[in-house]
């Protein structure tokens, strides 16, 4: 059974959909030529960027800079935006620890921050906060991949590399490596 479309804008053809030739196109201004490409202005696009993903000030800045931009627009556009709560590197700290404090050490997450334009003062802070619990996430992300001690040295030397590629300190890795958090 076959059902007619009525006012179907295109024409379904294999491979995808083509337009008719009679409907314009989206660069024709009706008259034979065609539009310039919209301007958009720094605050714009920096909204555009911040609607995809969260960004620091620092981060936000340097993406911006590319954009052939003048200083005084950028620092202006950010302070806009930094005013109405839209840029916040405490909100980027947030954000990255609860998605990659689970799997990450210490010294991997604050590489992270500091990849990221965060301030040194802000990174710092949360990385006091997270010390307390690096031995309980490291203990956490061992048993899920390994679960027993090791009894070879081949095999203890694997598990401690796993987890200091994670960012796990030495002191943690020994300790979970070596069994001793299990005791506690």
Same mark, same amino acid.
């Given at each position: 059974?076959?059902?007619?479309?009525?006012?179907?804008?295109?024409?379904?053809?294999?491979?995808?959909?083509?337009?008719?030739?009679?409907?314009?196109? *989206?660069?024709?201004? +009706?008259?034979g030529?065609?539009?310039?490409?919209?301007? &958009?202005? $720094?605050?714009? !696009? #920096?909204?555009? /960027?911040?609607?995809?993903?969260?960004?620091?000030?620092?981060?936000l800045?340097?993406?911006?800079?590319?954009?052939?931009?003048?200083?005084?627009?950028?620092?202006?556009?950010?302070?806009? *935006?930094?005013?109405? +709560?839209?840029?916040?590197?405490?909100?980027?700290?947030? &954000?990255? $620890?609860?998605? !990659? #404090?689970?799997? /990450?050490?210490?010294?991997?997450?604050?590489?992270?921050?500091q990849?990221?334009g965060?301030?040194?003062?802000?990174?710092?802070?949360?990385?006091?906060?997270?010390?307390?619990?690096?031995?309980?996430?490291?203990?956490?992300?061992?048993?899920?991949?390994?679960?027993?001690?090791?009894?070879?040295?081949?095999?203890?030397?694997?598990?401690?590399?796993?987890?200091?590629?994670?960012?796990?300190?030495?002191?943690?890795?020994r300790?979970?490596?070596?069994?001793?958090?299990?005791?506690?």
């Amino acid at each position: 059974m076959r059902a007619a479309v009525v006012n179907w804008p295109f024409k379904v053809i294999q491979g995808g959909a083509q337009a008719p030739a009679d409907t314009p196109k *989206l660069t024709d201004t +009706g008259r034979g030529k065609t539009a310039a490409p919209p301007v &958009t202005s $720094v605050k714009a !696009r #920096a909204v555009s /960027l911040l609607a995809q993903r969260e960004y620091s000030r620092q981060a936000l800045r340097d993406k911006l800079i590319s954009d052939d931009a003048s200083e005084q627009e950028i620092e202006d556009a950010l302070a806009q *935006l930094e005013a109405r +709560g839209l840029v916040s590197d405490t909100r980027v700290v947030e &954000t990255l $620890v609860n998605r !990659r #404090a689970g799997k /990450l050490g210490g010294m991997r997450l604050r590489q992270e921050l500091q990849a990221k334009g965060v301030s040194p003062e802000l990174v710092a802070e949360t990385m006091a906060g997270l010390k307390d619990s690096e031995l309980a996430r490291a203990l956490a992300i061992w048993q899920k991949k390994f679960g027993h001690v090791a009894t070879d040295a081949a095999t203890r030397n694997r598990q401690a590399r796993f987890l200091a590629t994670r960012g796990f300190s030495g002191d943690v890795v020994r300790q979970v490596v070596a069994g001793v958090a299990d005791e506690t």
